[in-house]
Each structure stands twice: as C-alpha cells, then as structure tokens.
C-alpha cells in the first residue's frame, strides 16, 4: 500500500518477510503460501475472508457454506468473497478486473428480523470483524 516509513528498517524487513516465507520450512504449512491475496498474479484480489474455531463467536457465525464439505460449493464462495473484499478494500484492482472476475454487488437486506434489525449476509457479518 501507499504509507511513509521513518526509516529504511522497516521497509527492509518487509521485504525479508516477503522472501523468506518462500524458503521451503519458514511456514509451518507449506500450502499457506499458495492461496492468499496476490499469490495469483493473473487473478489480482485479495484473498477470501479467514475463519476458524468457534463456528460461532461473539454472534457472528460462519458461514454454512463452509462448514458442509462441499468443496465446490466453498470454492465458489471464496471466488465471490475474494471478489468482494477486492472491490470492497482495493477498488482500484477491481476497476481493472476482466468482466468474468468482476465482483458481485453487495446487497443487505433490512427489517427482516424481529425488532427490524439489520439482517446482514454471512459475508457481511465477517467483515465487520476484519
């Protein structure tokens, strides 16, 4: 991203991160590297919301999707999640994405549960907590 550093420390150190977690062992998994935010150059989005254990927390839960061992299905929700997270964080990658990558409108929909309160998406309920 676009920040100013007071030194050349930091900026060094970003850039030894960067390397060494594509030495074989630095990660403790060494698939971690090969599905987050750019490790596709061709796609260009961010990766998909992250979730883990508790299903639920705090009210927030995950979503179904990834918790019913359809992979194809999972796959499909972390395309259009990473999508919208994209458009979402970065609009400036998602104004040069091809027309078959664009990312889905986000739509809410309000009212429809008791008390009218704000029925946010699966989705919608993970980004509050990024």
Known sequence: GDFVLSGGEL????????????????????????RESFSD?????LDCPQYTRPAE???WKTPEVLLNGNHAEIEKWRR??????????????AAVLPPENEAPKRTRKRGSRAGNEHAATELENKEVLQ
């Open 41 to 45: 150059p061709a796609a260009n989005v």
């Open 11 to 34: 900026g060094a150190a970003l850039i030894v991160d960067t390397v060494a977690r594509l030495l074989p062992g630095v990660l403790g998994n060494e698939a971690s590297a090969v």
């Open 57 to 59: 927390f705090r009210g």
């Open 80 to 93: 259009r999640a990473a999508l919208q997270k994209t458009a979402r964080q970065r609009p400036d990658l």
